[in-house]
């Protein structure tokens, strides 16, 4: 049995090696990352993640695990997802400057006929970010693929004032309860 992570998230794969998941293998779902018109950051996740999990399971073994995850930033009730350019990530970092906002994380874990998929929510809080600042975090390049467009995991952690919730949640994928999905499926970590 393989740990198939659908994903090219070069922080999700080390998040599972942090974990210690043994037999790894990468098959980064390649369709297009669209959620059905209409409906709300929680549940655009969970169709994210499971499309790209029935992605990668057209290419695995039928006792392979494969786990797949989206995650988005959320503020005022609108979807940030990564930045379009230089201009689009320093409008997102001034809009989340001072505030707090939520980071949701689709996560479907699936072993042959058996998927499951679950959504974490995370409230992060931001201090007030100056224009100077902004200028500098975007010419680091760190927000340019990332939700939100800042990674709390780098040099965006200077910008996170607060978080509450599941901290790898924040990072897109939250640990517990993958741990959890992964234990019902009779995969044990510990």
Known sequence: ????????????????????????K????RGEERAPEGVGA????????RGKALEAAEQ???????IAADTVVCLDGEILGKPHGVAGAADMLRRL????????????????????????RTLVRFRPLSG?????????GEPMDKAGAYGAQGI???LVEGIRGDFFNVMGLPLCRLGLMLKDMGVRLL
């Open 60 to 66: 695995s073994s039928p006792g392979d695990v494969i």
């Open 97 to 120: 400057s001072g505030r707090e906002h939520t980071v949701y994380t689709g996560v479907t874990v699936m072993r042959g006929g058996d998927i499951r998929s679950a959504a974490e």
């Open 1 to 24: 049995m393989a740990v198939i992570l659908a994903s090219a998230s070069p922080r999700r794969r080390e998040l599972l090696e942090m974990l210690g998941v043994k037999d790894l």
């Open 132 to 140: 100077d600042e902004i200028e500098a975090y975007v010419a680091t």
């Open 156 to 158: 965006g952690s200077l």
């Open 42 to 49: 929680e549940e655009a996740v969970l169709a994210i993640s």
């Open 26 to 29: 990468i098959i980064p779902a």
